[in-house]
């Protein structure tokens, strides 16, 4: 099969040509001006932007919560995300109850996503259960195509919860092999004493969330990882960052050539915490995330952060947590909602929107953060994240011109709400390519279930830098 796409603008990281793409197979095979072929296929993309599918490196597909009780919804509802101009996920692989991180890896590959996922993905290992099985499986990930691991400083008393031993050593371990730890940095301890006060005050509603989560739990837990990190000259990336006082760790560390990183997510870009003060518990309850949402101030600082390249990408930490089933068990305390939302499928189109239309970010920076760098990160570059030849055709058409609101209805993402229903859309993906593949054609989706598969992440990935 060979498809040319034809006088598009084409976005990477760091130019932007008008140029034409041949794509033969699953890969790209030329980019030229005028280029000509007997196709079977011609798309054109006059008057619209051409960029690598944007690539989510923080998503939880079918995978328990911190409360424990139901998982997020399946790799079915990635329908949504190609809709949204997403081709690849690094979703989140935790432990399954009793099963080492291998085994729940491979079971999460062969079985939970099988036939099902319509996006690519690589895996991120989660620490669930801390034994010494689960440190001497750290050196074999690499084999198995992970190039990352998550620890998790917040959720005292749960699964999840890694102490600052085991912290130290997962960071020291992962750098021996070659691979990245990631943070959750909030300092679970304090977070546990502000719930006990908030709930013994009364104070159950979903804004106490915020008031037990405030700002200084992030940056402290982030600074402490940060110095463990430096100490051991590991690699280490913080995830969904939304304090200025995080960025401002990251910077100091980064000056200072600790191999620091660091993303933010789209609600911390364009949502402030307000939302979570509505008196109707399920327009507030829809945004109990974690970190907990913030002040202007903060969001300002993030985006700030991107453009000083402080944080490296924007991600959606998907979550398919439904708010008449799994978010009502805290409707009497706002401890017991299971904590994220669901935003992968319009992780593109905001940011887009907010960012690139709004002139926050460039078109570049957008590719860099939405695709490009979390190909580096996770070790799947030049193969994705770029519009290159010989990388997969990836590729999305996208049209700057559309207007448009967002609805639920119209890209139904498998959950009961969408955290940014009826705001505004500027531009959405006209055609997306997966390995060569139209799966979206005149914004609908064409593919099938199941047509997404397994890539695996090259250890010593860009954080490495030459250095082992
Ligand atoms: N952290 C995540 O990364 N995802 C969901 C909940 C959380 O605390
Ligand atoms: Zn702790
Ligand atoms: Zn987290
Ligand atoms: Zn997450």
């Not at 999840?160 to 130290?168: A, E, Q």
């Not at 700030?304 to 947590?321: K, M, P, R």
């Not at 009497?332 to 904590?339: A, G, L, S």
């Amino acid at each position: 099969m060979k498809t040319l796409i034809k006088n598009g603008t084409i976005l990477s990281s760091d130019s932007e040509i008008k140029a034409d793409i041949l794509v033969e197979g699953e890969k790209i095979v030329a980019i030229g001006q005028d280029l000509n072929d007997d196709v079977d296929k011609i798309i054109d993309a006059t008057g619209k932007y051409v960029f690598p599918g944007g690539i989510d490196q923080h998503t939880h597909f079918e995978a328990l919560t911190n409360t424990g009780d139901k998982d997020t919804a399946g790799y079915e509802t990635t329908k949504a995300l190609i809709v949204g101009g997403t081709t690849t996920i690094i979703d989140y692989a935790p432990q399954d109850p009793g099963c080492g991180l291998i085994e729940s890896a491979k079971y999460r590959i062969e079985k939970r996503a099988k036939g099902k996922t319509c996006v690519d993905f690589g895996l991120h290992s989660l620490i669930t259960e801390v034994n010494d099985k689960m440190f001497d499986e750290i050196k074999e990930l690499p084999k198995h195509g992970i190039n990352s691991i998550k620890a998790f400083m917040a959720y005292i008393g749960s699964p999840l919860h890694v102490d600052d031993g085991t912290l130290y050593k997962v960071l020291s371990e992962s750098k021996k092999v070659g691979l990245t730890t990631f943070v959750h940095a909030e300092n679970g301890e304090i977070i546990d004493m502000l719930q006990k006060d908030c709930v013994k005050a009364g104070h159950t509603s979903p804004k106490y969330h915020a008031v037990s989560r405030p700002p200084i739990v992030e940056t402290e837990a982030t600074r402490r990882a940060l110095y463990y990190a430096e100490e051991l000259d590991a690699p280490i990336f913080i995830v969904h960052v939304t304090t200025k006082g995080a960025t401002d760790a990251i910077a100091e560390a980064k000056a200072k050539k600790v191999r620091a990183y660091g993303e933010t997510c789209t609600q911390y870009l364009t949502t402030t915490k307000d939302v979570l003060s509505d008196p109707d518990f399920n327009e507030a309850a829809k945004y109990v995330c974690s970190p907990a949402l913030r002040d202007q101030d903060d969001v300002d600082a993030m985006w700030d952060a991107l453009n000083d390249n402080t944080l490296s990408a924007i991600v959606s930490d998907h979550c398919g947590i439904d708010l008449h089933e799994m978010k009502q068990v805290g409707r009497n305390n706002f401890v017991d909602i299971p904590n994220g939302a669901p935003g992968a499928a319009d992780r593109i189109n905001m940011i887009w929107t907010n960012g690139v239309a709004k002139n926050r970010i460039t078109r570049q920076k957008f590719v860099e953060v939405c695709s490009t760098f979390p190909a580096k990160i996770n070790g799947m570059y030049p193969k994705k994240g770029v519009i290159a030849v010989g990388s997969d055709a990836d590729i999305v058409v996208f049209d700057p011109e559309y207007r448009g609101v967002v609805r639920l209805e119209d890209n139904p993402n498998g959950i009961d709400y969408n955290i940014y229903e009826g705001r505004e859309q500027i531009g959405r993906p006209e055609v997306v390519l997966l390995r060569g593949k139209v799966v979206l054609e005149d914004a609908k989706f064409v593919g099938e279930l199941g047509q997404g598969k397994f890539i695996p992440c090259e250890p010593y990935a860009y954080c490495y830098e030459g250095r082992k």
